[in-house]
DNA sequence: CTATAATCATGATCATCGTCATGATTGCTT
DNA sequence: AAGCAATCATGACGATGATCATGATTATAG
């Protein structure tokens, strides 16, 4: 019996254990990489190792630093929203790189509501509740950009523009024609806009 | 060592072959119930013998109905948005349903296309361009239930509209609040309405 | 009526994945 | 400076799932 080996690969970096700074950034890159990975391929299709290996480790590590795969979906979830851009920001700029096409073709670097919200329906009651919160900040937060109109419609308008949001660009990701996928882009930002003009606001 | 045998349940019915028709039967069953299954739980977590055992079948006979797995997801989403009720429907009474807690809390009954869009993204091209069809007719359905407005803006508001449809729906099933996730439903609807009133009509 | 072909059940195979056990290395504490 | 403890790599285990091989049974063609 011969046994060969063809290929081994180089040796990386043999530093077994790292100071406690370094986990702590290991820590991070694994949520970051995480985040990016599951939005872009879907909770279920990213694999520990999958994950560990994008951020440099191998899968052994991973369970120092999590007690499951849940509990890193759960983080990972609060871990993207927590960021949330308080202060004011200008609608329509938002609107515009929301509903377009570079959006829409960048999933792991994109809105993680529009990438993850309908997986989130199968993941553990954790999971659920780090995106409840993520949406109730979201819709303030769209909310407070929302020309004056009275706390009633704000809340409404709000609420509405961005389940179009949303949903636009979910069906814009699972449509196959350009075309097609742009104009509900396009006509979806044209409609959300139509109705933030002060005609339409009574 | 002392091997018990608690059930072995009933040897069920035995008939081995079938007759054309059932199995034309048996294929429609298998559609129905993984239509059902994927809109509950997701394609990649329904698996083929799943499927089949819910059709009544077991997992053997499945590849002389289909030729994968990733074949029946694609045969599946054209089996069930072929069902495209073309008529004239009452929108208000639509947007009634379609944003209420009974849909909401019952996707494997409920809109193909709020259950599985954002899936089909991980999906194979087959499956994205079944979908694709789908969707235009869908889009196409509810301009034709749109009042009178121009052709135009009879486009815009049904794109619109149906994004913030399906949009809504999918957040309302990710919130693990009853509270706000009854919010968002409602909110949404009653947004979609008010854009429906003549008087913002242009 | 006989032979062929089709349909489904049983069981096996191969790959993947989540998780755990072990061990090596080294940062930290005393 | 020395021992403790933590972090990560390697490897293995058990479960699950997609797919295929085989065989039994019977509808259907001739």
Redesign the pocket.
């Known amino acids: 019996m011969m046994i060969m080996i063809v290929s081994m690969g180089p040796v990386e970096k043999?530093?077994?254990?790292?100071?406690?700074?370094?986990?702590a950034e290991?820590r991070d890159r694994i949520l970051d990489v995480a985040s990016r990975l599951f939005r872009e391929k879907g909770f279920?299709a990213?694999?520990?190792?999958?994950v560990?290996k994008a951020a440099?480790?191998?899968?052994?590590?991973?369970?120092?630093?999590f007690g499951?795969?849940?509990d890193l979906v759960a983080e990972t979830i609060g871990h993207v929203l927590s960021r949330s851009d308080g202060g004011g920001l200008d609608l329509r700029a938002y609107l515009a790189d929301y509903l377009a096409p570079r959006h829409r073709d960048n999933p792991a670097a994109g809105c993680p509501t529009a990438g993850l919200a309908a997986d989130i329906r199968h993941q553990t009651p954790a999971a659920r509740a780090a995106m409840t919160a993520g949406l109730r900040s979201q819709i303030e937060c769209v909310a407070k950009a929302l020309p004056d109109i009275k706390a009633e419609d704000r809340r409404r308008a709000a609420i509405g523009s961005w389940a179009a949001m949303v949903g636009a660009v979910i069906l814009a990701r699972a449509i196959d024609d350009r075309a097609l996928s742009d104009e509900v882009l396009e006509q979806t930002r044209a409609w959300i806009e139509a109705t933030l003009d002060p005609a339409s606001a009574k």
Chains 1, 2 share one sequence.
């Open positions: 043999f530093e077994m254990k790292v100071s406690r700074e370094r986990m290991n279920d990213v694999s520990v190792s999958e560990m440099g480790l191998t899968h052994g590590g991973f369970y120092g630093h499951s795969k849940d």
